[in-house]
């Protein structure tokens, strides 16, 4: 079997400008620069051949995948699982809050060395996440279509992308990657 996704993440919000931690229980909708960025995205995806398209079930992923819906002419399927990941109690919060009232995890968070067993008070760990995105796409194999669009979230692709050997950077929104199934075996690379 051979199959290739085109995985995206969501275009901007507000709460992407004010560096706050939107994660799983925020759900933020796409500002004017998001939705332009998500226009861009639909247009570089319209030559793909992408015959599915899932999503998150939260507003940016939603208001993404909508716009590369309409230009690609493809409907799309909800996944919750494809959501960000769960912060716990740093949702909400500025980059810089996060850090002063979690400086231990916040620097292990960021270390080099991505300890996948890290989580903030009440949330996912990275494995977590990384587990539930990579079921998602395990369960994505049975689709009838050979090329999948997926619009998902930053820290949850982030970690997936882990899987595949690409290491945690930094995630532009509406940032574009290729995931290729074949034959049992996964690879992945950046696109834009």
């Not at 199959?3 to 004017?32: M, V």
């Not at 903030?120 to 539930?132: C, L, W, Y």
């Amino acid at each position: 079997m051979y199959k290739i996704f085109y995985l995206f993440r969501h275009g901007e919000t507000n709460y992407n400008i004010e560096k706050r931690w939107q994660g799983c229980s925020i759900d933020a909708p796409l500002n004017d620069n998001g939705m332009a960025q998500a226009r861009l995205l639909a247009d570089k995806l319209q030559d793909l051949g992408i015959k599915e398209l899932y999503s998150s079930r939260l507003k940016r992923a939603v208001q993404t995948a909508g716009i590369v819906s309409e230009k690609l002419n493809v409907p799309i399927n909800y996944i919750t699982d494809l959501r960000e990941g769960n912060l716990g109690q740093a949702e909400g919060r500025i980059y810089s809050d996060v850090e002063q009232m979690f400086p231990d995890i916040f620097q292990a968070w960021y270390s080099p060395e991505n300890d996948m067993n890290i989580s903030f008070p009440d949330g996912e760990t990275k494995q977590q996440m990384q587990d539930r995105m990579f079921n998602v796409f395990q369960r994505l194999l049975k689709s009838d279509a050979d090329i999948v669009g997926v619009c998902s979230h930053g820290s949850s692709i982030r970690y997936l992308l882990m899987k595949f050997g690409i290491m945690p950077h930094r995630m532009p929104n509406t940032a574009l990657y290729k995931i290729i199934y074949d034959s049992g075996q996964w690879s992945a690379e950046k696109l834009f």
